[in-house]
T-cell receptor, first 112, second 116 residues
Framework: GESVGLHLPTLSVQEGDNSIINCAYSNSASDYFIWYKQESGKGPQFIID?????DKRQGQRVTVLLNKTVKHLSLQIAATQPGDSAVYFCAENSPPYGKLTFGQGTILTVHP | EPEVTQTPSHQVTQMGQEVILRCVPI?????FYWYRQILGQKVEFLVS????????KSEIFDDQFSVERPDGSNFTLKIRSTKLEDSAMYFC??????????????FGEGSRLTVL
């Protein structure tokens, strides 16, 4: 069936490094993608989104890249900080929308 | 900053009991959702709600589940007869827009349900 999944379940980086978290999706009809951050004991928090008519979108210290050819999505975090330690989920939103399909999540650990 | 609030933060119940989880969405939002997350697993969609009716529901959302907006501020999820496998964190979310204009969903902190 359709799914959104992640390549790496864990990622450990040093403070100040750049982090890249990857996600693959299988639904070619997907046209809206979102990255969420989930800290321990909290709900998912929106980071950045991208629509399928774009290849790249930048936010504050974060960049999302979308490669529709290979159905791949990535989140880049620049100058990673200990406060970035969390589980990161990609999610797909497709018609009729409002129903997010989440990936399994990547645990990012940032070491001081 | 406006936020989605959920109560209770944790509820422990016996199998077969009814549970009601409550949510107060952000005041100007029109679309409401329930998601759940079993410990260590991904977040799963349960149901979306707009204009006082269910817009979409997943296979998980069977006849044991119901949602209601009893007044202008609350949005509730009821589980009629809880099962052990209902143990999970339940997240409420809301958004300003829906359909093709659905943007950011704002999630609450979650209600942890433990069924014994």
């Amino acid at each position: 069936g359709e799914s959104v999944g992640l390549h790496l379940p864990t990622l450990s980086v040093q403070e100040g490094d750049n982090s890249i978290i990857n996600c693959a999706y299988s639904n070619s009809a997907s046209d809206y993608f979102i990255w969420y951050k989930q800290e321990s004991g909290k709900g998912p928090q929106f980071i950045i989104d991208i629509r399928s008519n774009m290849d790249k979108r930048q936010g504050q210290r974060v960049t999302v890249l979308l490669n529709k050819t290979v159905k791949h999505l990535s989140l880049q975090i620049a100058a990673t900080q200990p406060g970035d330690s969390a589980v990161y989920f990609c999610a797909e939103n497709s018609p009729p929308y409002g129903k997010l399909t989440f990936g399994q999540g990547t645990i990012l650990t940032v070491h001081p | 900053e406006p936020e989605v609030t959920q109560t209770p933060s944790h509820q422990v119940t016996q199998m077969g009991q009814e549970v009601i989880l409550r949510c107060v969405p952000i005041s100007n939002h029109l679309y409401f959702y329930w998601y759940r997350q079993i410990l260590g697993q991904k977040v799963e969609f349960l149901v979306s709600f707009y204009n006082n009716e269910i817009s979409e529901k997943s296979e998980i959302f069977d006849d044991q589940f119901s949602v209601e907006r009893p007044d202008g501020s609350n949005f509730t999820l009821k589980i009629r007869s809880t099962k052990l496998e209902d143990s999970a964190m339940y997240f409420c979310a809301s958004s300003v827009a829906g359909g093709t204009n659905t943007g950011e969903l704002f999630f609450g902190e979650g209600s942890r349900l433990t069924v014994l």
